[in-house]
C-alpha cells in the first residue's frame, strides 16, 4: 500500500501563493503518477492535474493552468503543488492521488490522501 499525506493548507488573501506537499510512505513514489485534485463544499471532485513518474511532464486543469506548478522530488518521496495568484474560487479540500498510469478521473487512483484545507479571502 502507499500512505499519502498533505500538509501546508491554510487561509490566504487573494493573490497570494501557497504551497502544498503530500508525503508518501510504504512505496517509493517513483512507481506513480502524482495527481492533485481538489473539492469545494457541494462540488464533485475536480481535476488540478498531475505529474508523471519521473517529473518531466505535467498536466493542469484550465483553470489552474499558468498559476499552479506540480513538482516532484522523488529521493524525498514528496510531490508539492505550488499555487500563485490565488483566487477565491481555488477555496477546497486539496488531495494528492497516486496511480500507475497520469489520468484525469479521480476514480482511476488507487491512493489518496486525506485532504489539506485551502481557504482563499477576498
Known amino acids: 500500500q502507499v500512505q499519502l499525506v498533505e500538509s501546508g493548507g491554510g487561509l490566504v488573501q487573494a493573490g497570494d501563493s501557497l504551497s502544498l506537499s503530500c508525503a508518501a510512505s510504504?512505496?517509493?513514489?517513483?512507481?506513480?503518477?502524482m495527481g492533485w485534485f481538489r473539492q469545494a463544499p457541494e462540488k464533485e471532485r475536480e481535476f488540478v492535474g498531475y505529474?508523471?513518474?519521473?517529473?518531466?511532464?505535467?498536466y493542469y486543469a484550465e483553470s489552474v493552468k499558468g498559476r499552479f506548478t506540480i513538482s516532484r522530488v522523488n529521493a524525498k518521496n514528496t510531490v508539492y503543488l505550488q499555487m500563485n495568484s490565488l483566487k477565491p474560487e481555488d477555496t477546497a479540500v486539496y488531495y494528492c492521488?497516486?496511480?500507475?498510469?497520469?489520468?484525469?478521473?479521480?476514480?482511476?487512483?488507487?491512493?489518496w490522501g486525506q485532504g489539506t484545507q485551502v481557504t482563499v479571502s477576498s
Open positions: 492521488a497516486a496511480d500507475r498510469y497520469c489520468q484525469v478521473l479521480p476514480t482511476a487512483y488507487d491512493y
Open positions: 510504504g512505496r517509493n513514489l517513483s512507481s506513480y503518477c
Open positions: 505529474i508523471n513518474r519521473s517529473g518531466s511532464s505535467t
